[in-house]
């Protein structure tokens, strides 16, 4: 049986990177609403109880029964958990006088305490609260302050029940990863034993036994995650996967031809097909953004369940799913807003009548890479930024002709190779240009033009939930802008996008 940790989330933006800095510490964990989590077996070691952006003092905060878990299973409660059980068994919490929001550093540590082991004087830890704990309940014991946190962490006496008011999980809480490895490996006692290699090992083994000689269809997109999916399943069934890559007219310059060259030596049985006119036809004309989206989801699951089924036999769809995809799905407060459709290909398996099967769905981003480096698969393959699926059709904000998607191929292309050759790519997460709706006035020559105007856009990321924008150097910027200005014809003026997500997603439709 998989050992794991259990992450209850109560709606807190840090939730996410909890798991992920659990799973890097080669520990399973699984992340669910704190109303509606899986019943606590013998596989369960312990519990986190994640922050949240309510009060503990809001009439509608979320509440929860801990009698099944505290005292029984070690227990660590986190910002508005550490708030919610000092509020509900008898403490006090009330807003904070001061300024509990930034970085802080650790005036005084109980040394001896299990949970600081290692840990440092004056350590740095991060505060994101506007409420504070005044007073704990009598069998609680105060284990660490800053200058004006008093409560910043305490343990229940007699029980392996912690609670820190800081986030260990955030990159500015320096000692974090330490504590929360003295949580799960030296309170807990979880033996680390959730690496790649094992994954890959016991997914290849359940897939041999939940698909035996049924037949399966996964649709590539070139990306990381259907690569990945594809060699687990190809490894766990061979001839009985074929791929299809679909090319909608929206790719990369040369990205058919150089995705289907890529997979030639990896084994994979992957058809080409070539759908371009389709795609653009139907997308004659349209400018609004969800609706571009609907009509080439639309169009993918037309072509792609035309070919799908020129295969005999054909029970499963495998799609690249990976677990913040699930999480979002059941997120605390009920399935999450539709920020954009076409995330997975959404209607295929209803029109096919096929069953599904997701390899990746209980991986994070960096987890699939991992995965996929322990399969031997190459680092090009491993390394691509993301792309969306409705590609370039996001990325010309008005209607897609065959003329922009051309003008717009041509620039990325220099963008995403100039990044290659100046050893950039690899400092950024995605990056893309985006044609925009607007014309400017220019000078080439003794002419005066009116052309278009192309967008830079590049970020740093480590799961696409938040996003920095990239400092290029400046030489490097008017390098590009000045090839794409003198190269293609169509562009007289480029900007670059300085924007972070949030508010600014990083695409820009």
Known sequence: ?????????????????????????????????????????????????????????????????????????????????????????????????????????????????????????????????????QSIPENYNIIASTHDVKYAAYKVEDETTYAIQFHPEVYHSTEGTKLLQNFVVNICGCHQEWTPASFVETTVNELKEKLGDDKVVLGLSGGVDSTVAGVLLHKAIGKNLTCIFVDNGL?????????????????????????????????????????????????????????????????WLAQGTIYPDVIESVSVNGPSATIKSHHNVGGLPEKMNLKIVEPLNLLFKDEVRRVGKAMG??????????????????????????????????????????????????DVWQAGVMLLPVQSVGVMGDERTYENVVALRAVASTDGMTADWVHLPYEFLAKVSNDIINKVRGINRVVYDISSKPPATIEWE
């Open 251 to 315: 790719l990369r310059k040369d990205e058919f031809e150089d995705v289907l060259h890529s997979y030639q030596d990896m084994g994979l049985n992957v058809i080409g097909v070539n759908a371009k006119d389709k795609f653009l036809d139907d997308l004659a004309g349209v400018t609004e953004p969800e609706a571009k989206r609907k009509i080439i989801g639309r169009d993918f699951i037309e072509v792609f369940d035309e070919e799908a089924h020129k295969i005999q036999d054909v029970k």
């Open 377 to 426: 698969i190459k680092q090009s393959l491993l390394g691509r930024h993301p792309f969306p699926g409705p590609g370039l059709g996001i990325r010309i904000l008005s209607d897609i002709t065959a003329e922009k998607v051309r003008i717009l191929q041509e620039a990325d292309a220099i963008f995403i190779n100039g990044l290659r050759e100046w050893n950039l790519y690899d």
């Open 1 to 133: 049986m998989q050992e794991k940790i259990l992450i209850l989330d109560f709606g807190s933006q840090y939730t996410q990177l909890i798991g992920r800095r659990v799973r890097e510490l080669n520990v399973y964990c699984e992340i669910h609403p704190y109303n509606h989590y899986p019943e606590i077996d013998e596989s369960v070691k312990g519990v986190i109880l994640s922050g949240s952006p309510y009060s503990v003092r809001d009439e509608d905060a979320p509440q929860i029964d801990l009698s099944n878990i505290k005292g029984k299973l070690p227990l660590l409660g986190v910002c508005y958990g550490a708030q919610y059980m000092a509020h509900h068994f008898g403490g006090e919490v009330l807003p904070s006088n001061t300024r509990e929001y930034g970085r802080a550093n650790l005036a005084f540590i109980e040394q001896t305490n299990p949970l600081f082991e290692g840990i440092s004087d004056n350590s740095q830890v991060w505060m994101s609260h506007g409420d504070t704990i």
